[in-house]
């Protein structure tokens, strides 16, 4: 096979991979919406979900308290990534400036799954 070939067969797999990943960040991000969490897609495999701003006096909630958080909302990137399938990936600050530490949360398709794993993480909630 020729070089040009090797070379459009691997651009076609990735487009496709591309498309696929657009695809589930897009149903990502409504499944977070829903809980009421913002998701800004801003890779071409992840997206930050970004908590509610917690208020800063009678909030009701024991966690922001608690925690003595600042009234700026929790952000974490996740993000979908092939190692032979699909999954969704938590990408935790790494040891040294500018590194990440993916932990991995689920397969891709439990989208509804994930949206509430990281809801209760990023919207200082417990599951029900």
């Given amino acids: 096979m020729s070089g040009l070939m090797v070379a459009i067969r ?3 797999k990735r487009s496709v991979e591309e498309m696929n990943h657009t695809v589930l960040l897009n ?3 409504s499944a977070l ?10 890779q071409p495999d992840g997206l930050t979900a970004i908590g509610p701003t917690p208020e800063t006096e009678n909030d009701g909630s024991r966690s922001v308290a608690q925690l003595g ?13 092939a190692n032979g399938k699909e999954w969704w990936w938590w990408l935790w600050p ?13 397969p891709a398709p439990r989208i509804a799954e994930v ?10 909630r417990t599951s029900d």
């Fill in 27 to 29: 149903e990502l991000a």
């Fill in 69 to 81: 958080l600042s009234p700026r909302p929790l952000k974490q990137p996740v993000a979908v990534r």
């Fill in 94 to 106: 790494g040891p040294e400036r500018g590194t990440v530490e993916p932990e991995p949360i689920l």
């Fill in 10 to 12: 691997r651009l076609m």
């Fill in 115 to 124: 949206a509430r794993r990281i809801s209760n993480v990023i919207g200082l």
């Fill in 33 to 42: 919406e829903e809980q009421g969490i913002t998701a800004r897609i801003d």
